[in-house]
Each structure stands twice: as structure tokens, then as C-alpha cells.
T-cell receptor, first 113, second 109 residues
Framework: DADVTQTPRNRITKTGKRIMLECSQT?????MYWYRQDPGLGLRLIYY???????NKGEISDGYSVSRQAQAKFSLSLESAIPNQTALYFC????????????FGNGTRLTVT | LAKTTQPISMDSYEGQEVNITCSHN???????ITWYQQFPSQGPRFIIQ???TKVTNEVASLFIPADRKSSTLSLPRVSLSDTAVYYC??????????FGAGTTVTVRA
């Protein structure tokens, strides 16, 4: 979805480094999500935010933190990257409502060496 | 959180109809059923959503029986470009939803 932009698209970093992945959206949606995808494991929820003042942990939040700088921006940080955080990371937005569809960005491929 | 079960993989040929069934025995009264499609190195894309009976759009059809304990995504006359992973999700119970492994559909010429 071109309205959900993730930067960078690819990133290689070293163990122990702090790294930030950014997500911005032009859809005007309040709800934003960060997912991680590993081969064969589908997408697992890291953090989600219902609005600027609301941040919630997902299934696998350990080792990650987030910042909701504005309605349109939701950043994911790895405080001290480790190799098993090598994965494909996706940001998603949701217009609202319990069953509203998610709109995904094209992902950031992160490699931790 | 309603757990879903769907086949790991399915093979098909161009021009055939592909039907993927998802089981969700403990679906809640206010849960909708939503299907997504994901191509390699892209984010999942919403395909279709339904609550009961049948829903059809330009991409697919979704069949939901009266008891709503399962649903079937139908892809008519598939082409090579329909090769993708398809995910079935039920509700967003508390918004703590992770996607399962999905069904990898491979379409051959």
C-alpha cells in the first residue's frame, strides 16, 4: 500500500547496535501496528497503537520499543540488536473498528550480523 | 482469540478454481472473517471480508456457512500471478492478533 511507507527498505547492522525503523502513513488512520515475519511463522505482532497517547505490547515485544510521534508516524526501535532479530518487519494501519482491514507497508528487511 | 486452522499449502494449475478452507470453531458473535494475500517481499493485502453467507468481489468469493465455524475463500480461474500466501483472520480480539503461517498457493502453467 503506497499510503504506508516504511524506511529503510533494507538494513544491515551489527550485534549490539541501536536501530530505528520508521513508518509513516497518509491514510489518516489512528491505529498503527508493527509486525515481524520469519520464514514459515506468519506475521507476529510486536506493538500496536490506537492513537498518539496509546501504546500496547503485542505478542513479541521483548527487545523492541516504539514511539508514536504523530498520528502519521510510528517508529520501531531495537535497543541492542541481536542476530535472532533478523527478519522482515511490517508496519500496518487500520482505519478503525474491531474488524476493519489492515493496510500494510512493503516492509523493512533487517539483517543483524 | 479465535484460533484459525488452514492448510499449509495447495497446488493448482492456471484456469482452475482454488478453494481454501479455514476452520475457526470458537469464532465470536461479533467477529468478521478477513482474508489477506501476500506476495514475496511485500506486505499482506486485504482481499475480502465477510460475516455470513456469501461475499463476492472482483478478486474472490467468500463462503461462510450458517454456523460460521469455517469459511472458504474461492479464487476463480487462477493465473500464475495468484501464486501467494493467503491468510485467514477472525476478528481482532483485543487487537492482539498475530497472523498464522497461512496457505501457500502455487499455480503452475
Amino acid at each position: 500500500d503506497a499510503d504506508v511507507t516504511q524506511t529503510p527498505r533494507n538494513r544491515i547492522t551489527k550485534t549490539g547496535k541501536r536501530i530505528m525503523l520508521e513508518c509513516s502513513q497518509t491514510k489518516g488512520h489512528d491505529r498503527m501496528y508493527w509486525y515481524r515475519q520469519d520464514p514459515g511463522l506468519g506475521l507476529r505482532l510486536i506493538y500496536y497503537s490506537f492513537d498518539v497517547k496509546d501504546i500496547n505490547k503485542g505478542e513479541i515485544s521483548d527487545g523492541y520499543s516504539v514511539s508514536r510521534q504523530a498520528q502519521a508516524k510510528f517508529s520501531l526501535s531495537l535497543e541492542s540488536a541481536i542476530p535472532n532479530q533478523t527478519a522482515l518487519y511490517f508496519c500496518a494501519t487500520q482505519e478503525g473498528g474491531y474488524n476493519s482491514p489492515l493496510h500494510f507497508g512493503n516492509g523493512t528487511r533487517l539483517t543483524v550480523t | 482469540l479465535a484460533k484459525t486452522t488452514q492448510p499449509i499449502s495447495m497446488d493448482s494449475y492456471e484456469g482452475q478454481e482454488v478453494n481454501i478452507t479455514c476452520s475457526h470453531n470458537n469464532i465470536a458473535t461479533n467477529d468478521y472473517i478477513t482474508w489477506y494475500q501476500q506476495f514475496p517481499s511485500q506486505g499482506p493485502r486485504f482481499i475480502i471480508q465477510g460475516y455470513k453467507t456469501k461475499v463476492t468481489n472482483e478478486v474472490a468469493s467468500l463462503f461462510i456457512p450458517a454456523d460460521r465455524k469455517s469459511s472458504t475463500l474461492s479464487l476463480p480461474r487462477v493465473s500464475l500471478s495468484d501464486t501467494a500466501v493467503y491468510y485467514c483472520l477472525v476478528g481482532l480480539a483485543g487487537y492482539k492478533l498475530s497472523f498464522g503461517a497461512g496457505t501457500t498457493v502455487t499455480v503452475r502453467a
